[in-house]
């Protein structure tokens, strides 16, 4: 039996809510542990970019533990509880919601799977008994869900990528993710049967997912929207002018753009997908880079001093 985690960022037993509730209902009945969890409900600071949480784990002093006395542990907890994590947020201003980016900023760096399985490896060679928790390295599978109340599908289409944010330090494979728009059209989802429907197959993408034998088919994409990139399977690039250079801006990786036929289609090379934000090489690159930049990082001398003409400026 494994464990299903449900973190919802909507509103009490509105849409987003009870569409988890739905994939946990047929992930229990396919008898799996489950869990649903509301960070709207709980006292959760955003992140004030003190940088504690990765000092401790370089340093080798700490494990990332926020210096922040809040609610955070509880969502903490019930996410390297699961093997499986649904994430869902309406979306505001085509984005999800304030609290859903907070618990990112949280998550990030302090939780990464490169930070802490390079941190492991260097206490177990200098004997520092100070050992990561062992949860952090357990293999998840997650699902994403986004509910919009605009008619049309642009309104939304920032969403689902913001929302890869909560997957990628912590190096869980996005298998499904759904989009409900216009929300607004319909009191209540209860009423649109078509979009309860797509919940039940999103239960039973995770259920084919945990029941797998092998990494590859735990972690293939499984979701009905499957669009440019070939590792997150979203569609958000960025292209470059008077260059067939495009990005995906939730993976990272380069590809190019060739137009045939007046049809537009990309190439991803393999040594690029090899190294997304999704993958392990990609979180190790970022966690080199900031490893080497904390020890580089140029000082400023009179930086203090230089800093007093600034103080207090509009207030």
């Not at 994939?23 to 955003?46: M, S, T, Y």
């Not at 090899?274 to 900031?290: C, P, Q």
Request: overall charge negative.
């Amino acid at each position: 039996m494994s464990k299903v985690v449900a973190i919802s960022f909507g509103r009490k037993m509105s849409n987003t809510d009870v569409m988890l509730k739905e994939v946990l209902i047929k992930c229990q009945e396919a008898g799996h542990e489950i869990q649903f969890i509301r960070p709207d409900d709980l006292n959760i600071e955003p992140c004030t970019g003190c940088c504690a949480c990765v000092g401790g784990i370089m340093s080798g002093r700490s494990n990332g533990a926020c210096v922040q006395k809040d609610d955070f542990h509880i969502v903490e907890d019930a996410f390297y509880s699961a093997d499986a994590v649904l994430i869902g947020s309406p979306v505001y201003e085509t984005s999800p919601s304030g609290t859903f980016k907070t618990f990112c900023d949280r998550m990030g760096p302090s939780h990464d799977l490169a930070f802490l399985t390079e941190a492991k490896k260097e206490r177990m060679a200098n004997g520092n008994p100070l050992l990561p928790d062992e949860r952090v390295f357990k293999p998840r599978v997650g699902c994403l869900l986004a509910v919009g109340g605009a008619r049309t599908e642009n309104w939304t289409i920032m969403t689902i990528p913001v929302m890869y944010e909560a997957m990628m330090s912590t190096g869980v494979d996005v298998i499904d993710t759904h989009v409900y728009y216009g929300a607004m059209n319909v009191e209540h989802v209860l009423g649109v049967p078509g979009q309860m429907k797509r919940m039940d197959e999103m239960a039973q993408h995770v259920i084919d997912a945990l029941a797998a034998s092998n990494d590859e088919e735990r972690t293939k994409w499984r979701g009905s929207e499957d669009y440019v990139c070939p590792v997150c399977h979203q569609s958000m690039v960025r292209v470059h002018q008077n260059s067939d250079l495009v990005e995906c801006a939730i993976c990272g990786i380069n590809g190019k753009v060739i137009v045939e036929n007046g049809k537009v289609r990309y190439e991803w090379p393999t040594a690029e997908q090899a190294r997304s934000r999704m993958t392990y090489a990609g979180k190790l690159e970022h966690r080199n880079e900031i490893a080497n930049g904390a020890v580089t990082q140029k000082k400023v001398a009179g930086l203090k001093d230089l800093k007093i003409k600034y103080m207090h400026v509009g207030e």
